[in-house]
């Protein structure tokens, strides 16, 4: 791994977090794997060897609950789904050199290869551990069939991690109040032997490691305070029936934790590949296994050493609630095995259904069968998903917004510039005019192809799109400022000029297009008259002369009506209140004894007096901008009559913070100071629930005013 720019001379893997073979897809899943494949795409228009990689997770307790619903082994269910992502993910242009899986020979192998080595290295070790038990079925819970508190944060958690509060991972044992998810009663801990992986001997390692990962800001970020800290060591084996087996003598009835052997499928679906074309075609070692510096007796390497490691790149395209797995204890994992280190973590932000997040239970979401059914085409959304803000930033799905940049910019802008260029190029001259590019042109065009380099270095799939659709934008605009419709008769050479400089720009936005529209770019491709594929042609070829000949095209991409939006908008409707009404009547037929959601009132009261003590005031946010780094910070600036006060709140993902200045809002002013991943917070801004539903005043209170 070099740190050069791409492309470097070692070849490099692209990969995917691994989808859990659990349940249908939707276009919330399939933000990473479409991200993906653009970035594979894209480095291998910059000439880069490339191998992209996954396959589905057939391990772990979600698998063995829903199986166990269904009455069918977790093979057999597992293997059921991963079938159908095999043949979901190309129909959305995902194409992967390799799709494997957990639960193959080859996974099985090199997962046990890998926890051998750590256990002759000296990395793992043994440790008894309160477990989870169900009295009642007399079986010990692994991860997911216990939930419970955070110990943390004190927010409803699930066995391995607070997924509702402070995103933590979660050791067996740690939760609190745990109950069983398939009695429903209490659980009680009992203590067993478990083996570990011991994370501290990585420490240094991780900490010269975190400053050399490239990638999204929150992959670099987010973890430091965990390398920083105290590392806890990782339990690596559960008392479950389903998984690869624990390979140490004696531990015949443990099998691995699902996130050792999961993240190592990127190593064996590589691996796979290779054995399918050759290694003279791709070497999987020389990603993963070459060059790497050896280890010292604590599996720390200096950072000079790392620096100058000749190995090859490897980039994880992920979701942020898994950045703690990629860049914790994956690397640890190579790490104690012999193994390289990614180059860079992409970890994207979530996807939202029109402000509020996907409901698979009330069948609140975009699925991806639907969509086609629908009769979109894949790269529309592609465009959608890749292009809307950074990668780690959240995307709001909407009919209507998807509507917007599909006729703004692809019927507008790339569709309408293609269409009148090539149609007017066909009927006057039957294709390219005789001429060369213009000076100005191909300075455009080469100022289009730095920007789509500097956007994969870079790991912006945003600016990578935007680069492809802003020089169509100048070619619209070029070719309205030289009318060539009016120069046909007066200057028939300058009309030929502009014809020929719109057809080479149809050419390059072609080429900076395939990555994120490989269909729609394969026919504009055709269009020109150009001859294999539009996904074997380099940078280069922008610059490069079109073909003479070509007929008249047909238009890309086709404009969204809004009656289309309204029928789609009541479809949505009409599935979540099914799904709803069927949800409430299984609530409904429940004893009515059920627990409530909603918290219960405390017994312990405070006197007036101790409520007096708190000093609460109507504020109005004047500054909301986030916290570079937190996930879910943002840094406001609330004026409260006497001061303005800097104050950090976690909303960032669930307020559009550029339109909060002017809000009012309730502050409790007397809080004591604290700091929050750097950034000093001098109060609390109340509001309600998970959604932080702020707290604002019914009349006009003026800031400063006292909460009584």
Known sequence: MSHDDFPTEKPAVVTCGLPYANGDLHIGHLRTYISGDAYARSLEKLGQETAFVSGSDMHGTPVAVNAEKEGVSPEEFALEHHEKYAETFPRFGVEFDNYGHTHDETNTELTQEFVRSWIDEGHVFEKEIQVAWDPEADTPLPDRFVEGTCPYCGAKARGDECD???????????????????????????????????????????????????????????????????????????????????????????????????????????????????????????????????????????????????????????????????????????????????????????????????????????????????????????YYLTTTGGFQQDVDFSWEKFQERVNGELVGTLGNFAYRSLLFAARNYGGAPDADTSAEVAER?????????????????????????????????????????????????????????????????????????????????????????????DLDACLESPPGDFGEPDELFEQIEDERVEELNEKLQERVEAATEAADEDDDSEETDTVSDIEPVSDDRISFEEFQDLDVRVGEIEVAEPIEGADDLARLEVDIGVETRQIVAGIKQLHDLDELPGTKVVVVANLEQAELFGVESNGMVLAAGEDADLLTTHGDSVPGTKVK
């Open 164 to 382: 509702e509060g402070c995103q933590r991972h979660l050791e067996p044992g740690e939760i609190e109040d745990p109950v069983s998810t398939i009695t429903g009663n209490p659980a009680e801990y009992r203590t067993r032997e478990h083996e570990f992986l011991r994370l501290s001997d990585f420490q240094e390692y991780l900490e010269g490691f975190i400053d050399r990962l490239e990638g999204t800001s929150n992959a670099q970020n987010q973890p430091r305070e965990w390398i920083e800290g105290e590392l806890q060591d990782l339990c690596i084996t559960r008392d479950m029936d389903w998984g690869i087996d624990y390979p140490g003598e004696g531990k015949e009835d443990l099998v691995l934790y699902v996130w050792v052997d999961a993240p190592i499928e990127y190593v064996a679906s590589t691996k796979q590949y290779t054995e399918r074309v050759g290694e003279d075609v791709f070497d999987w070692e020389a990603v993963w296994k070459d060059g790497a510096p050896e280890a010292g007796a604590e599996g720390e390497t200096d950072d000079a050493t790392w620096a100058e490691a000749d190995t090859g790149e490897i980039v994880h395209v992920i979701g942020r609630d898994i950045i703690q797995h990629h860049t914790v204890f994956w690397p640890s994992m190579l790490r104690g095995a012999g193994y390289n280190e990614p180059r860079a973590v992409m970890a994207s932000g979530f996807v939202n259904l029109d402000g509020d997040a996907f409901s698979t239970s009330r069948n609140r979401a975009v699925w991806a069968d639907d969509y086609l059914d629908e009769g979109f085409h894949p790269d529309l959304v592609r």
């Open 445 to 537: 065009i080469e100022e289009a192809v730095s920007e789509f380099e500097a956007a994969v270095n870079d790991y912006s799939l945003k600016n990578a799109g935007d680069a492809a659709v802003a020089l169509a934008g100048f070619g619209n605009e070029y070719i309205q400022r030289n009318e060539p419709w009016n120069l046909t008769d007066d200057d028939p050479e300058r009309a030929e000029q502009v014809i020929y400089d719109c057809v080479q720009i149809a050419k390059a936005v072609a080429v900076l297009s395939a990555p994120i529209l490989p269909d729609k770019a394969q026919r504009l491709w055709e269009q020109l008259g150009e001859e294999e594929s539009v996904h074997d042609a």
